[in-house]
């Protein structure tokens, strides 16, 4: 699903939401240094799998965590092993399974590529949640 088609969606499910066009970031130093208001809603986005390629996460933290993986492994149930959270739109199969960090919960709003690291767009984390659930993938909210 590309930046047109996330933006769409957003439209037809009545979603509040505000598009940001920036130049393209490939980190989070990058995406600081455009100044963009609400900078420590952003969210940082990794997608991980266990040894036996079977689970597929997409975990999106709060810009500023570190993430211990051994210790995420063991939250999530794991062994060893520019995404956004729109990206998962494109998992037909739906086997990733989406993880949020609680903490980016709790704002007033979030903000993620939509599928295109030159802009942001910033939307309530409720409703990126519901649109996640709506395509059918699972999810998990978790503290880190």
Do not use: C
């Not at 969210?43 to 079977?54: E, Q």
């Not at 960090?101 to 942001?120: M, R």
Request: no cysteine.
């Amino acid at each position: 699903m590309k930046r047109e088609a996330v933006i769409e969606l957003l439209k037809q499910q009545n979603v509040s939401h505000e598009v940001i066009e920036h130049p393209a970031a490939y980190t989070i130093a990058d995406m600081e240094s455009f100044k963009l208001p609400g900078i420590d809603q952003i969210a940082k986005n990794l997608f991980i799998r266990d040894d036996k390629k079977r689970n597929y996460y997409l975990l999106t933290i709060q810009k500023d965590k570190s993430v211990n993986l051994k210790q995420l492994r063991t939250l999530l149930g794991l062994t060893k092993g520019a995404v956004s959270p729109f990206g998962i739109l494109n998992d037909n199969e739906r086997t990733v399974k989406f993880v949020l960090d609680e903490d980016l919960q709790k704002g007033e709003t979030v903000g993620v590529h939509p599928n295109d690291n030159t802009a942001t767009v910033w939307l309530a984390p409720e409703d990126l949640l519901s649109i996640v659930a709506a395509h059918g993938n699972e999810i998990s909210v978790i503290t880190l």
